[in-house]
């Protein structure tokens, strides 16, 4: 008890007969040198009472005990006036209110306590992402106060049989040997606290690797509540270790499938070119023994033609004559089959294509192949307009109708008419030229037309169904309800190209996104729709099919998909002719994996990990585009200037409190920078445009603020690291003959927001 006052030896000597430990103090000038308390007794006049208890409140150490005040030296009205908690007026009463106080107290304290606790318990349940050693520094430094300890340290275990043994200390672990301290190794062997060297060592139920004890600094022994604490506590720095033994073994297996996937790749990859080296040499010996067969068998049927015109000839003679000029003739169509397919690149068809009427190429084909319907009995005729022009490959087309043409000869019963028709069709996607060769014959199955262009079922309408898709084109075949067989396929006509091409040099870019995941997928259209036209698509083969037919700007795609995966997807498209050019974003996994893709040289441009920001996936999309030398990459509209195609005064701003949002919340740096030209830069303003995007890194932002003035935006750049950079811009900027001067800021650290840092620049 803390006694203040004149009388505070009586009231001390009554006390400490009762077992109260008392200091007293004759003036309050004194407080300073009381140790801690339990409880504060006035003793004093009623002049000193007021100030003895505003001195009292000052000392923190006594700020919150219970003050009691001598009635016996104070008026009733005065002690009433005074903010104490109770009067007394005997020494019994006295003893009653501390008692009292004192319990209380001492009922507020355990609450304290069990509310710490349970708020410590609390805080580690909600914990998922800390370390082991983390949560055993932090529960180490909370039980001092929950515990009453002096010191308190973790004890941990790693290994199986012969563990060793760690003190988790602040940024480390020291080693123990537990042979040489045996109050450590009884606690753990025992299962129960154990008194060493002036503390408390209370081992922890913990099985596997982890914190196994507790090293209490503290000279009373623990109490039942006390101990059923340190149980619950326990089984949380159990779960701790799981999760961190969990995370461990996820990441190790993650970056050990990651490695094996790209080794697996980096063999297929191998195994692929050299297939394709064979596949070369195979082309090449085809062309060869195709060429060289060509001769002989023009000289087998230019003989037969002569044999033919012989009117000499007896009738088994010109019967076999026309035997061997037909088989010759059938024997040279394979040759120039086989040659026509040694010819592309990698096996691939190899177009000549110009403006051509298809009308025209189906009047002419009818002509020329009139002479042979006749002799079977057959009518052929051309229904086609006067023109009908497309983009393809004459030759190949003039194929095309032959095939069909003869297939219907060859195949078709009861035939007496045969019709080749040409007309324009108005469809949704765009116009085309529809070709159809109708016969009137009699078709025994219908389903089989559904499989006339397989491979299995000959040669010739399957190289038919080649040419065309490779125009762009569809075809078919279907049994009309009138009876007969009709082939039919499409074209792309001339102006339709045309048009499609003058809309790809003034519409905004085309992004197609392609992504497993539905939800990421959504989400980064939704990004990206602001500022460019979006297409989707789900897997590999999906992308392969939609970069073809719409060739899009810039394609970003998930490395790792079902079915055909991204990468292969990526291979595929940088060997075709018509898509190697289209820049390709690959969307990773995790950093490693996307430089480790990068490195195998597929042809990817850019990678991003997973998770991403929309502003990065932007930036990305934008500089890959910006390095095709496409059209300007954002549509013109609130946040884009439309001189430039970079963001505006709005669209820097907007942008600008993006990025000091995350740098904010992950404590990162951000500079702005302002670059202002000595005078407008006039008709030079494009070239400087181009040479700030090329010296840009890809998370940059550039905006265009009027009159060639331009705000940088650098994330996750300091402001002295920043000088440098823009020091050598402003030089290369004076190298076309227009000088700047820069001013730039840490945006996190400045006051005010984004936008008032900008124009304290510009100011």
């Known amino acids: 008890m803390l006694i203040v006052g004149g009388r505070a030896g009586p009231l001390a000597q009554r006390l400490q007969a009762r077992g109260y430990r008392c200091e007293t103090v004759a003036r309050v000038t004194q407080l300073q040198r009381v140790a801690a308390a339990d409880a504060v007794v006035l003793a004093t006049s009623s002049r000193a009472a007021r100030a003895a208890l505003q001195a009292v409140r000052r000392v923190p150490q006594l700020k919150r005990l219970p003050v009691l005040l001598d009635g016996a030296q104070v008026p009733a009205a005065v002690a009433r006036a005074l903010d104490v908690d109770a009067v007394f007026d005997s020494g019994e009463v006295l003893e009653k209110l501390l008692a009292a106080s004192l319990k209380a107290r001492r009922l507020t304290q355990r609450d304290e306590l069990v509310r710490a606790r349970l708020e410590l318990l609390l805080e580690l349940t909600r914990e998922r992402r800390a370390s082991l050693d983390d949560v055993a520094r932090r529960v180490t430094a909370r039980l001092r106060e929950v515990l009453a300890c002096e010191q308190v340290q973790a004890l941990a275990l790693e290994g199986q049989g012969p563990r060793r043994a760690f003190l988790l200390d602040a940024g480390a672990r020291l080693p123990v040997d537990l042979a040489v301290t045996p109050g450590l190794r009884r606690a753990l062997e025992g299962r129960e606290p154990v008194e060493s060297d002036a503390g408390w060592v209370v081992p922890l139920p913990c099985d596997g690797e982890g914190v196994a004890a507790l090293i209490l600094k503290r000279k009373e022994p623990l109490e039942r509540e006390e101990r059923d604490f340190l149980e619950a506590l326990a089984v949380t720095l159990k779960d701790a270790a799981e999760r961190e033994l969990s995370r461990d073994l996820e990441a190790r297996t993650r970056a050990s499938l990651e490695a094996a996937y790209v080794d697996r790749y980096r063999e297929l990859i191998e195994a692929n070119n050299r ?32 044999l033919l015109t012989d009117k000499a000839l007896s009738a088994p003679q010109r019967t076999s004559t026309e035997v061997i000029q037909r088989t010759s003739k059938k024997v040279l169509e394979l040759v120039e089959n086989l040659l026509e397919k040694s010819r592309g690149e990698d096996g691939r068809i190899v177009l000549f294509t110009r403006t051509m009427d298809v009308a025209e190429t189906c009047q ?37 109708l032959q095939n069909l043409i003869t297939n219907s000869l060859t195949h078709a019963r009861e035939l007496k008419e045969l019709t080749v028709r040409a007309r324009l069709k108005t469809r949704p996607d765009g116009d085309v030229a529809l070709v159809e060769v109708k016969d009137d014959g009699v078709v025994k199955d219908p389903n ?10 000959g040669l010739g309408l399957s190289i038919c169904r080649d040419y065309v898709e490779r125009h762009g084109g569809e075809i078919w075949a279907e049994a009309p309800e009138g009876g007969g067989a009709l082939f039919a396929f499409t074209l792309p006509i001339k102006v339709e190209a045309e048009r499609k091409a003058a809309d790809a040099r003034t519409d905004v870019p085309l992004v197609l996104l392609a992504e497993d995941d539905p939800v990421l997928l959504r989400v980064a259209s939704m ?31 998930d490395a790792f998909m ?5 990468l292969e997807a990526l291979r595929e498209l940088k060997a075709s002719a018509g898509t190697r050019d289209i820049p390709v974003v690959l969307i990773a996994g995790s950093p490693e994996i996307g430089e480790k893709l990068r490195a195998l040289e597929l042809g ?17 999309v934008g500089t ?22 970079l963001f505006d005064h709005l669209g820097i701003v907007n942008r600008l409190t993006q990025e000091l949002s995350r740098s904010v919340r992950y404590a990162r740096p951000l500079t702005l920078a302002v670059l202002r030209p000595s005078m407008p830069p006039g008709p030079k303003l494009q070239a400087c445009v181009a040479l700030v995007r090329r010296e840009l890194r890809a998370p940059d932002v550039v905006g265009h603020l ?58």
């Open 624 to 645: 890959a585009i910006q390095r095709s030398g496409a059209r300007p990459t954002v549509r013109p509209g609130p946040g884009n200037d439309p001189e430039t195609g």
């Open 364 to 400: 002419e084909t009818v002509r020329d192949l009139q002479i042979l319907t006749r002799e079977k009995g057959v009518s052929l005729r051309a229904e086609a307009p006067l023109s009908l022009p497309v983009l393809g490959d004459e030759q190949k087309i003039r194929q095309v």
């Open 706 to 763: 009027g009159e060639g003035v331009f705000a940088l935006l650098l994330p996750e750049t300091a402001v002295d690291s920043a000088r440098p950079l823009v020091g050598r811009l402003c030089a290369r900027l004076e190298a076309e003959h227009v000088t700047y001067r820069s001013r730039m800021a840490d945006v996190r650290d400045a006051p005010g927001d984004g936008e008032a840092v900008l124009e304290q620049l510009l100011s």
């Open 275 to 306: 297939l394709k080296a064979l596949d070369r040499k195979k082309n090449e010996l085809l062309a060869v023994l195709t060429h060289d067969l060509r001769a002989p068998l023009n000289v087998l049927i230019g003989h037969a033609h002569l």
């Open 448 to 457: 089989e037309l559904l499989l006339a262009f397989e491979r299995s079922r």
């Open 527 to 557: 990004g990206l729709s602001g500022h460019y036209r979006v297409e989707t698509a789900r897997d590999g083969d999906e992308v392969i099919l939609r970069a073809q037919a719409l060739h899009p700007d810039v394609i970003v795609m």
């Open 562 to 566: 079902p079915n055909k995966d991204g």
């Open 604 to 620: 990817a441009v850019d990678s991003i990990t997973k998770p991403f920001a929309l502003s990065g996936l932007l930036n990305r």
